[in-house]
């Protein structure tokens, strides 16, 4: 099983600052990557896609980068709907397998 | 719209068995028989974990390990509908299902159902 680890586990911010958030990989999983966002009571929305492609209708302050082992997700500027839980996800092998979360905190 | 409407959670004892399922409501852009699709659970307060997925024939399964042998992951095409037979349920499976269209990325979700396994 493929383990994936997010850090930091919590990202204290304002709005208007830059995020970054992190996903390691146990073993290489190639560009097999996508990054969720989730909001307090919804179900999560797919944000990127193999590493660095947006999803349909995701704004351009949202950008994903790395492949193998080490993938970055970045915010440009918070907007207010984005202090949320995000995720990673691999499809690289199955069993598919989520990373531990990474929660945005207004500051 | 909501484009997938998963109902059949509840309160069942440790022991017990429980069907979800997941229907493409008639707001549904996609054709259900060409996708894969996928559940994924969420304990209370806890991150997500993919549970199983079925080929869009359902020709093919997987799971993940601590469900197999318990869980069982079958569709319907022909209502466009998908489920989850979960059999010897656990406390440890009190979780939010929600499904989900693909087995790669799955990037339409329904709402969720909530299970509770308690006596």
């Known amino acids: 099983e493929i383990v994936l680890t997010q850090s930091p586990a919590t990202l204290s911010l304002s709005p208007g600052e830059r995020a970054t958030l992190s996903c390691r990989a146990s073993?290489?999983?190639?560009?097999?990557l996508a990054w969720y966002r989730q909001k307090p009571g919804q179900a999560p929305r797919v944000l990127i896609y193999?590493?660095?492609n947006r999803a349909t209708g995701i704004p351009a302050r949202f950008s994903g980068s790395g492949s193998g082992t080490d993938f970055t997700l970045t915010i440009s500027s918070l907007e207010p709907e984005d202090f949320a839980v995000y995720y990673c996800?691999?499809?690289?092998?199955?069993?598919?397998?989520f990373g531990g979360g990474t929660n945005v905190e207004i500051k | 719209e909501v484009q997938l409407v998963e109902s059949g959670g509840g309160l069942v004892q440790p022991g017990g068995s429980l069907r979800l399922s997941c229907a493409a409501s008639r707001f549904a852009t996609f054709t259900f028989s060409s996708y894969w699709m996928t559940w994924v659970r969420q304990a209370p307060g806890k991150g997500l974990e993919w549970v199983a997925s079925i080929k869009h024939d359902g020709s093919d399964k997987y799971y993940v390990d601590s469900v197999k042998g318990r869980f069982t992951i079958s569709r319907d095409n022909t209502k466009n509908s998908l489920f989850l037979q979960m059999n010897s349920l656990r406390a440890e499976d009190t979780a939010v299902y929600y499904c989900a269209r693909g087995g790669g990325t799955p990037d339409i979700w329904g709402q969720g159902t909530l299970v509770t396994v308690s006596s």
């Open positions: 996800h691999q499809r690289s092998n199955w069993p598919r397998t």
């Open positions: 073993q290489s999983i190639s560009s097999s």
């Open positions: 193999d590493a660095s």
